[in-house]
């Protein structure tokens, strides 16, 4: 989350970012796959199915950023990620969590609750922001 939240947290309108992870979670990639308006990002899964199919990831996890600064998602967020789950488990790839960035929090779908961004000198939380922070690589 971290990771994420320093690429598209504070831009003014929303940005959905994708990590793209090998079989083993580790990751191989990211791509900023979209951005749309200060609340809405139009996503097509098909296409983003196949940004993941062409990175040679097996599983990949979605990122978006809330310009609001709240971080829960709407019902639109939840259907695009019944979209992706289906179309993701018809080609054989695993959809493992959606984020939600707000100002000070970010919402994971998997773990179904917000966890705060560490404070300045702190350490960051547990999870795919510090897991990321260890590679990254911008897929070309």
Avoid: M
């Avoid at 947290?9 to 791509?31: K, M, N, R």
Wanted: hydrophobic share 45%; proline share 5%; with cysteine.
């Amino acid at each position: 989350a971290a990771i994420a939240r320093a690429l598209i947290g504070d831009l003014a309108s929303e940005h959905l970012l994708v990590f793209f992870l090998t079989a083993a979670s580790c990751p191989i990639g990211y791509e900023i796959y979209t951005y749309g308006a200060r609340a809405h990002v139009a996503v097509d899964p098909p296409g983003l199915i196949r940004a993941v199919i062409v990175s040679g990831a097996d599983s990949f996890v979605t990122v978006h950023n809330h310009p609001s600064g709240r971080a829960l998602p709407s019902a639109a967020d939840e259907s695009v990620w019944a979209e992706l789950d289906k179309r993701a488990e018809a080609v054989g790839l695993h959809h493992l969590d959606d984020l939600v960035l707000g100002v000070d929090v970010y919402w994971s779908r998997f773990e179904r609750r917000a966890t705060p961004f560490a404070r300045a000198g702190g350490a960051a939380p547990a999870g795919l922001g510090s897991y990321f922070g260890r590679q990254r690589k911008k897929r070309r």
